[in-house]
């Protein structure tokens, strides 16, 4: 079975420039979340969804980022400008609603933004 | 207060020891606590999950529990140097929806 995918799994670009990560969650799953991982921060969720809806942004740091689900299998992170503090492992999470809480990691997506 | 704690590490043990990694949490209606490794630069990998106080031994691993305390802990024995990585602790916080607050993790090193 096909776990979570990620693209792209490496993202170097330039301050200011457009980033659009994106994100497959396991088939079945209706919770997608969104993390960041940093040496000094830790894993932090930015937002997640359930059934496609946006639950809790609050982790979103600022307006520069943005994240959206259209459908069941599909979500993007979005950061607008990007800016050198950007810079991080995204990785992107799913699980089931109705279940205890496991949820499945994808490989990541590391942003390098100079 | 961090609503998930755990000592950063790291923490060194020989191998075919017993390594202890153990964390705490703030939120007293927490009912699911996992377990994830996550080797350098490799994705979290769910290794343990446990939901009732007491102990749940999967293979090498076994995860306690102690709501009482609010506290949960993870077990390697004969641990391997295979067993080097980082250890995040994730508790489902409150009753209700599924988010994970994760802790900030402990190194494990397991020495030759």
């Known amino acids: 079975d096909a776990g979570v995918i990620q693209s792209p799994r490496h993202e170097v670009t330039e301050m200011g420039q457009e980033v659009t990560l994106r994100c497959k969650p396991i088939?079945?799953?209706?919770?997608l979340f969104w993390y960041r991982q940093t040496m000094m921060r830790g894993l932090e969720l930015l937002i997640y969804f359930n059934n496609n809806v946006p639950i809790d942004d609050s982790g979103m740091p600022e307006d520069r980022f943005s994240a959206k689900m259209p459908n069941a299998s599909f979500s993007t992170l979005k950061i607008q400008p990007s800016e050198p503090r950007d810079s991080a492992v995204y990785f992107c999470?799913?699980?089931?609603?109705?279940?205890?809480?496991?949820?499945?990691f994808g490989q990541g997506t590391r942003l390098t933004v100079v | 207060q961090k609503e998930v704690e755990q000592n950063s590490g790291p923490l060194s043990v020989p191998e075919g020891a017993i390594a202890s990694l153990n964390c705490t949490y703030s939120?007293?209606?927490?009912?699911?606590f996992f377990w994830y490794r996550q080797y350098s630069g490799k994705s979290p990998e769910l290794i343990m999950s446990i939901y009732s106080n007491g102990d749940k031994e999967d293979g090498r691993f076994t995860a306690q529990l102690n709501k009482a305390s609010q506290y949960v802990s993870l077990l390697i024995r004969d641990s391997q140097p295979s067993d080097s990585a980082t250890y995040l602790c994730?508790?489902?916080?409150?009753?209700?929806?599924?988010?994970?607050?994760f802790g900030g993790g402990t190194r494990l090193m397991v020495k030759p």
């Open positions: 088939s079945g799953h209706n919770s």
């Open positions: 994730a508790v489902k916080v409150g009753a209700a929806g599924n988010m994970l607050t």
């Open positions: 999470a799913s699980s089931l609603v109705q279940g205890r809480g496991e949820a499945f």
């Open positions: 939120d007293r209606v927490s009912q699911s």
